[in-house]
T-cell receptor, first 113, second 110 residues
Framework: EAQVTQNPRYLITVTGKKLTVTCSQN?????MSWYRQDPGLGLRQIYY???????DKGDVPEGYKVSRKEKRNFPLILESPSPNQTSLYFC????????????FGPGTRLLVL | GQQLNQSPQSMFIQEGEDVSMNCTSS?????WLWYKQDPGEGPVLLIA?????ELTSNGRLTAQFGITRKDSFLNISASIPSDVGIYFC??????????FGTGTSLTVIP
């Protein structure tokens, strides 16, 4: 089954404790992206990747890192999480770019205390 | 960054009514898309628009790419209960950064 998977689905952590949210797709897509969703603000793009080893900042990259060492994986790293990073995070992928259908993962709900 | 303003913020309608929502941006967009998000799920693409003035339908949904390239509209005809959800406009200005609107929450009353 074609899908985007994210882990973990739920995470409670404390300020400053490094964490990684994994994202994997099995559709051989070139484009992958991370978004955060906050009430009243819609989804905002954090980072995106047009292909392996190519990553770029989205609208709200501060406090986040990403890497794209393999085509299928695009982990999101919070080196020192802060409470303002409490949010619902979505990973998405598409064949060649965001102008095409993006397939979203199930979301990761993060609470930073 | 870019701001995409959607209106209305929420709608409560009777089953069978038509729905209209729109999205405006502060700058020109190259591509407009409309997504729907069901509770607890990620967004799903409904319609994509690639040219100014383009009018595209997907079943009971019709969307238009505004002539000014700074707005887009989504209409839903004869609403049904499964239309409930949050509708997001989204788009690409020139470049690869991608932006979502603030969302329109739709409630359909049977």
């Amino acid at each position: 089954e074609a899908q985007v998977t994210q882990n973990p689905r739920y995470l409670i952590t404390v300020t400053g404790k490094k964490l990684t949210v994994t994202c994997s797709q099995n559709m051989n897509h070139e484009y992958m992206s991370w978004y955060r969703q906050d009430p009243g603000l819609g989804l905002r793009q954090i980072y995106y990747s047009m292909n392996v080893e190519v990553t770029d900042k989205g609208d709200v990259p501060e406090g986040y890192k990403v890497s794209r060492k393999e085509k299928r994986n695009f982990p999101l790293i919070l080196e020192s999480p802060s409470p303002n990073q409490t949010s619902l995070y979505f990973c998405a992928s598409s064949d060649r770019g965001p102008q095409e259908t993006q397939y979203f993962g199930p979301g990761t709900r993060l609470l930073v205390l | 960054g870019q701001q995409l303003n959607q209106s209305p913020q929420s709608m409560f309608i009777q089953e069978g009514e038509d729905v209209s929502m729109n999205c405006t941006s502060s700058s020109i967009f190259n591509t407009w898309l409309w997504y729907k998000q069901d509770p607890g799920e990620g967004p799903v693409l409904l319609i994509a628009l690639y040219k100014a003035g383009e009018l595209t339908s997907n079943g009971r949904l019709t969307a238009q790419f505004g002539i000014t390239r700074k707005d887009s509209f989504l209409n839903i005809s004869a609403s049904i209960p499964s239309d409930v959800g949050i509708y997001f406009c989204a788009g690409l200005p020139f470049g690869n950064q991608f932006y979502f609107g603030t969302g329109t929450s739709l409630t359909v009353i049977p």
